[in-house]
């Protein structure tokens, strides 16, 4: 089917969602850093509850994005009524496994980045304390969130959908569905997915998109009776 029909809507409420999250863990690291700053000032409940709020700024948008594409996609094909409580279900199962890891992984990536900035301020030895949190604003800024947005925009959608034809195939034995690997086939196209563009599933490409971050990649499925 073709992208997201509602996509820079639904990147930018997202996104908004993230920075403001970010925005004010970015408060919270400066105050809890202390002056002078240091890392274990920063208590480990500190970041288990920061990832909580991270994934609740982000789940429901998600699980909407997540069966408003499975909707969409139903509409194209010759199909009667499925069983959208199982997608529903299917939908808040994964959000809530996906976002655990995607949170975990941004804070990891997060507290590398505070180490790094923290080695560089003892090191010039003349670094202020303001300095210093310029130097983190990238972290928690809202280009990051941006980031963020658009690679799981990408990610929910395209996971609805194969929650759709999964759900198809397995109550049909007798329907398959060939994946074909989509992009907008412009010269925005990123080497690594340009190749992929009209390719099925397995023909250079074995994982759905998001390929990368900020991947606004999708597939189509084409289904066939056998």
């Known amino acids: 089917m073709p992208d997201i029909p509602n996509r820079p809507e639904l990147e930018r409420d997202l996104a908004k969602a993230i920075a403001k999250t970010l925005g004010l863990q970015f408060d919270d690291v400066m105050r809890l850093l202390g002056d002078p700053p ?19 700024a982000m789940q429901q948008q ?21 069983d959208w409580g199982l997608i529903n279900t299917h939908a808040i199962e994964w959000v809530n496994k996906y976002t655990f890891d ?15 900035a923290l080695t560089a301020y003892y090191e010039n030895g003349t670094m202020t304390i303001q300095q210093l ?8 800024g809202p280009v990051r969130a941006e980031m ?13 959908e194969l929650a759709l034809v999964n759900m198809i195939e397995m109550e ?3 329907i398959r569905f060939k994946d074909t ?34 991947c606004r990649c999708w597939a189509n499925h084409e289904m066939s009776v056998i």
Request: glycine share 8%; charged share 25%; hydrophobic share 35%.
């Open 181 to 214: 690997w989509q992009t907008a086939n412009d010269d925005r196209v990123c080497e690594m997915c340009g190749p992929r563009h009209g390719k099925q599933y397995g023909d250079g490409w074995y994982e759905y998109p998001p390929a990368h971050p900020r």
């Open 102 to 116: 995607l949170v975990s992984g941004i804070t990891d990536v997060t507290r590398r980045g505070i180490q790094t």
């Open 172 to 174: 049909n034995p007798h």
């Open 148 to 160: 963020i947005a658009i690679t799981e925009v990408t990610r929910a959608s395209v996971q609805g």
């Open 38 to 56: 240091k890392m274990e000032n920063i208590p480990a409940d500190y970041w288990t509850g920061s990832e909580k709020e991270l994934a609740k």
């Open 133 to 140: 949190a310029d130097s983190l604003t990238n972290l928690f």
């Open 62 to 82: 998600m699980q909407d994005i997540y069966i408003a594409q499975a909707e969409l996609l139903l509409k194209e094909l010759p199909i009667g009524v499925v």
